[in-house]
């Protein structure tokens, strides 16, 4: 059984910073891209990052290119998202994906957890 466990959301200020954290088990870990998408209340699913083994070849949606960051810690089935300088519209539900793919403005998950809140305050 494949299982996401996510975590590291809360709340904070606008330009105030969170790192969230996903550790997955259950398929080869190194192996996938693993991914992070968000949805909000009454919008619709956006993807935020896709990335591969080597973390440096991360895909970022535009809007959150520069301040958010991927790390992944292959021996620790961990990936991590560091996100600085958050504005009000970052605020979503923030899901841990495997797989993902990212082209264009087009994303794709596969599995994914049960999602961490985000709420930045204007």
């Known amino acids: 059984e494949v299982q996401f466990a996510e975590s590291g959301g809360g709340l904070v200020q606008t330009g105030e910073s969170l790192r969230l954290s996903c550790t997955v088990s259950?398929?080869?870990?190194?192996?996938?891209?693993i991914g992070w998408f968000r949805q909000a209340p009454g919008k619709e699913r956006e993807g935020v990052s896709c990335?591969?083994?080597?973390?440096?070849?991360?895909v970022y949606r535009d809007s959150v290119e520069g301040r958010f960051t991927v790390s992944r810690d292959n021996a620790k089935n961990t990936v991590y998202l560091q996100m600085n300088s958050l504005e009000p519209e970052d605020t979503a539900v923030y899901y841990c994906?495997?797989?993902?793919?990212?082209?264009?403005?087009?994303?794709?998950?596969?599995?994914w957890g049960q999602g961490t809140q985000v709420t930045v305050s204007s």
């Open positions: 990335t591969p083994t080597n973390d440096a070849n991360t």
């Open positions: 994906a495997a797989p993902c793919e990212a082209w264009g403005s087009h994303w794709e998950f596969g599995s």
């Open positions: 259950g398929f080869p870990f190194p192996d996938f891209a």
